[in-house]
């Protein structure tokens, strides 16, 4: 949290954000039957902007003028190398991308799971294999 404008408060979990509200007093001038008349209005709410959020596995293939990112470590589990390309790679540049809130710095220097390693390879196998076969099709064919 030491990047971010939120404090910490000892009775809440870590990922509670607290919200409190705001008190705004306008003062208004105007005129009512020909007098000039100043009127005060007070106005209590909460500073909540509405927003839209969704997955990085739901951004894939989009490119979105403006983002708002959120890499900390969930609370259910945790980020990868490809969480975070897609996450940081959705909008048209850096000065539209700010970050949500502080992150793990560690989270650049881990290597990918083994085991998406040895899918890709796999992957990339069945890529070639299939190249492979409609070369050998198109060939047949003519």
């Known amino acids: 949290m030491d ?11 870590e990922s509670v954000v607290p919200i409190e509200p705001t008190t705004k007093t306008f003062r208004i ?3 009512h039957n020909g007098q000039n008349v100043v009127r005060t209005v007070r106005r209590r709410q909460f500073p909540m902007t509405p927003a839209y959020a969704f997955t990085d596995y739901r951004a894939q293939g ?7 990112v959120d890499i900390a470590t969930p609370p259910s589990g945790g980020l990868n190398l490809f969480n975070l390309y897609v996450a940081l790679s959705r909008s048209a ?3 539209t991308i700010p970050l949500l ?3 793990d710095d560690d989270i650049f ?3 990918h799971c083994n ?6 390879d796999r992957l990339e196998e069945e890529n070639n294999k299939t190249c492979k076969w409609w070369t050998f099709l198109k060939r047949n064919s003519e």
């Open 3 to 13: 990047r971010t404008r939120t404090c910490r408060l000892t009775d809440l979990d």
């Open 29 to 31: 001038k105007m005129r």
């Open 62 to 68: 989009q490119t979105l003028p403006c983002v708002v």
């Open 93 to 95: 540049g850096r000065s």
């Open 101 to 103: 809130r502080d992150f």
């Open 109 to 111: 220097q881990k290597s």
């Open 115 to 120: 085991d998406l390693l040895v899918e890709d």
